[in-house]
Every structure is written in C-alpha cells, then in structure tokens.
C-alpha cells in the first residue's frame, strides 16, 4: 500500500469564527444532524475527505475478496462452499454501493480504479496477510467483520446520505459475515485437538492485524478530529477499537481460545479491557506496501481488470448500437 496523495485541503481545525458564511450555514446543518445530499453546496474538503475514505473503503471491499476467494475451491464442504461463496459475492457488492456513492461527489468509477491499480490508493491494511489455513476464513468472518461492523454502523448515521444509506445493508450483510465466521471457530473449538489448534493459530495471527485495522492511535490520526466535525466519523479510532476489544474477549473465552496479548486484563475502574500495544511499525510498513501479500493482491486487481478488458468493450460496443437504433427511430418518427 502506498500513499494514496490525496489533498483533502484539511491541515487543522477551523473555528467556527474562522469559516465563511457558506461554511458556517453547511456546519450548522451537520450539528443539527442535517443529512448533506450530492447536489447540495459542500466544502471542497468535505467533498474530498468524503471521496478518500469512501473509494478506500469500496476498495477495501474489493480486495477482501481475496483472502477469502483463496478458499472456496477448498473449503471444506458444500455448505461451507456456498456459504463462503455468498460473502464473497456480497463484498463485491458492498463494493460497487461504495463506488456509487462515491461516484455522486463527482469522480467517476474509472479514476478510482485507476488510483487502486497504479498503487495511488489506500485500501484496508489486513487484506494484506495470507490466509493460510481453513480456520483462517473463521478468524476473518469473527474478527475482520466483527471490526468492520463495530466501525460502520456508526456510519449508518453519518452525514452524508448516500454513504450513509449504503452502510445500512451493508451492515445487516456484515452481520451474517461475522455470524458465519464465529461458527467456523466454534466448530473448530470443538473439534479435534488438532482442529483447536487450528483455529489457536489463526486467531494468534489474525488478532494483532484486526485491532491495527481500526487505524492509528488517536494522536497519531491525522484525519479524525475534522472528520468527527464533519461526522463523516462518529467515534475515534481508539473508541471504536476498544469496543471492538469489550465484544470479542469474552467470545474468545466462550470458544475456549487464548487472546495473544498478555498485557490484556480487565479493568474494575474503567470497566473496559486493558491491552498491550501493537507493533505500528508493522501497521506503517503495511500501508507503504510492505506487507506479506501487497504485491500479489494489488497484481491480482490489476491482471483482473486487464482480463475483464472484453467484457467492457463488448458493454460499450452494445451500448453504441442500442443508441443507434434509438436515434434512427426517433429520426423516423420526426
Ligand atoms: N488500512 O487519520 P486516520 C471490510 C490510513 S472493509 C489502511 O485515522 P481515517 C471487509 C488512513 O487512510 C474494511 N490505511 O484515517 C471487506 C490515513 O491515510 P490517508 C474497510 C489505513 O480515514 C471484505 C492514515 O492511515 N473499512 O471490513 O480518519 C471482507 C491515517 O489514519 C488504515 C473502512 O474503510 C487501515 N486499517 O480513519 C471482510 C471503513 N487505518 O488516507 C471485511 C471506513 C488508517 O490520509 N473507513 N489508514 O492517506 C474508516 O472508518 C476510516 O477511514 C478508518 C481510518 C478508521 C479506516
């Protein structure tokens, strides 16, 4: 993952005395939970922040196929094959919703694509790690969707309508996801010592990657506090990774696994989980594209898009003749 480069023209948090006249009517109406709709006027860094975090997201989606796409020629039944087969049709689809509403701040499909496959854009640092056992399509379901749930359902209720809108079937998808994953790791808990093992293993190296996957610490975020203004973000990054850290330790011990953070513990007087810290000099190495599978997923995208080439061709070329045929009836008629 590199740098995606993108200027959003946000560099610190403007008081409410420092904003012109449009600026202060637009965040009058976000306080108010005034929902922001594409035709409506939006300040240019709003209308950027929007289009960085939404296309990352649609990104995000697009290649979290293929950790898991990895597997469906081998998992482990039928019904685990269809089940498997589905999510991953459903993260296509969260895809494209994310790509439209995108689409409605006025950058088209193709530039967004173009960022991803050049290496421009960002997309979700753990869709970079290798999912090297069946449990590890458990782990994504129960961890990755578990996080991904806990950060969008805030965002059901976000500023802008057509982001907002999307996450609501989204999120219910997300649900079943989350649901699907747990049962692999249940099963597998329950299964032989060797099948326990299995999904001890996964859930050592799925774990770290998830909590880094909620983003930096909050000192570190650079893009939060404006955000947060905006409420394109609800919560933080911190806030949303602790909750993430509350729901998912006792369905560990439910599964009879070892979360693998000694530092992690209870706490009476804040009545949330303690927990040691990540190593963030991987999650930076990640982002600039030194994780274990940036090359193969960004080539994979990139081989997809060039494979496809005909399919779009041939849109085009039915699309140009169904026109043709339009305009010379319309010529009759007149
Ligand atoms: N990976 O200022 P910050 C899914 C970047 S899909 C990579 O805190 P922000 C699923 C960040 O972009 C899951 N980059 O940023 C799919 C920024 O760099 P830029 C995807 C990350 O935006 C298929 C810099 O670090 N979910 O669950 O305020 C199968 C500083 O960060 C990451 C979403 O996209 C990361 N993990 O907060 C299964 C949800 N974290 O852009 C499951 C929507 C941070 O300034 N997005 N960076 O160059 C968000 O909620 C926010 O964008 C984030 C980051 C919380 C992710």
Same mark, same amino acid.
């Given at each position: 993952?590199? /740098?995606?480069?993108?200027?959003?023209?946000?560099?610190?948090?403007?008081?409410?005395?420092?904003?012109?006249?449009?600026?202060?009517?637009?965040?009058?109406?976000?306080?108010?939970?005034?929902?922001?709709?594409?035709?409506?006027?939006?300040?240019?860094?709003?209308?950027?922040?929007?289009?960085?975090?939404?296309?990352?997201?649609?990104?995000?989606?697009?290649?979290?196929?293929?950790?898991?796409?990895?597997?469906?020629?081998?998992?482990?039944?039928?019904?685990?094959?269809?089940?498997?087969?589905?999510?991953?049709?459903?993260?296509?689809?969260?895809?494209?919703?994310?790509?439209?509403? /995108?689409?409605?701040?006025?950058?088209?499909?193709?530039?967004?694509?173009?960022?991803?496959?050049?290496?421009?854009?960002?997309?979700?640092?753990?869709?970079?790690?290798?999912?090297?056992?069946?449990?590890?399509?458990?782990?994504?379901?129960?961890?990755?969707?578990?996080?991904?749930?806990?950060?969008?359902?805030?965002?059901?209720?976000?500023?802008?309508?057509?982001?907002?809108?999307?996450?609501?079937?989204?999120?219910?998808?997300?649900?079943?996801?989350?649901?699907?994953?747990?049962?692999?790791?249940?099963?597998?808990?329950?299964?032989?010592?060797?099948?326990?093992?299995?999904?001890?293993?996964?859930?050592?190296?799925?774990?770290?990657?998830?909590?880094?996957?909620?983003?930096?610490?909050?000192?570190?975020?650079?893009?939060?506090?404006?955000?947060?203004?905006?409420?394109?973000?609800?919560?933080?990054?911190?806030?949303?990774?602790?909750?993430?850290?509350?729901?998912?330790?006792?369905?560990?011990?439910?599964?009879?696994?070892?979360?693998?953070?000694?530092?992690?513990?209870?706490?009476?007087?804040?009545?949330?989980?303690?927990?040691?810290?990540?190593?963030?000099?991987?999650?930076?190495?990640?982002?600039?594209?030194?994780?274990?599978?940036?090359?193969?997923?960004?080539?994979?995208?990139?081989?997809?898009?060039?494979?496809?080439?005909?399919?779009?061709? /041939?849109?085009? /070329?039915?699309?140009?003749?169904?026109?043709?045929?339009?305009?010379?009836?319309?010529?009759?008629?007149?």
């Amino acid at each position: 993952m590199y /740098a995606q480069n993108v200027d959003t023209g946000v560099t610190r948090l403007r008081s409410k005395d420092e904003l012109s006249d449009a600026e202060r009517e637009f965040q009058d109406r976000i306080d108010n939970d005034i929902r922001i709709e594409p035709k409506d006027w939006m300040p240019e860094g709003y209308r950027k922040t929007l289009i960085r975090q939404i296309s990352q997201h649609a990104h995000s989606e697009i290649v979290g196929q293929l950790p898991e796409g990895n597997w469906l020629t081998r998992a482990p039944s039928l019904k685990r094959k269809l089940i498997l087969l589905a999510k991953v049709q459903d993260e296509a689809g969260h895809g494209l919703y994310l790509y439209s509403a /995108a689409e409605t701040l006025g950058v088209s499909r193709d530039e967004m694509q173009d960022a991803l496959h050049t290496g421009k854009a960002k997309y979700s640092s753990i869709f970079n790690y290798p999912t090297l056992t069946w449990a590890d399509i458990g782990a994504i379901g129960w961890l990755v969707d578990g996080s991904a749930i806990i950060n969008q359902v805030p965002i059901c209720r976000c500023s802008f309508g057509p982001y907002a809108r999307a996450m609501v079937r989204v999120c219910k998808e997300e649900s079943f996801h989350q649901r699907q994953g747990f049962d692999i790791m249940m099963t597998l808990a329950q299964g032989t010592p060797e099948q326990k093992q299995m999904a001890q293993d996964s859930l050592n190296r799925w774990w770290w990657p998830s909590i880094m996957m909620h983003g930096p610490r909050d000192e570190d975020s650079v893009n939060s506090a404006q955000s947060m203004e905006w409420k394109i973000k609800l919560f933080t990054n911190d806030e949303l990774r602790q909750k993430f850290i509350d729901q998912t330790v006792p369905q560990a011990e439910y599964l009879g696994l070892t979360i693998p953070d000694p530092d992690l513990k209870w706490n009476e007087e804040t009545g949330h989980y303690d927990y040691g810290e990540p190593n963030w000099d991987e999650f930076w190495q990640v982002l600039k594209g030194h994780g274990p599978c940036n090359r193969e997923r960004l080539q994979a995208r990139v081989d997809a898009h060039e494979n496809g080439a005909w399919v779009r061709e /041939a849109a085009v /070329a039915y699309a140009d003749k169904q026109a043709a045929k339009r305009s010379t009836a319309v010529s009759q008629v007149a």
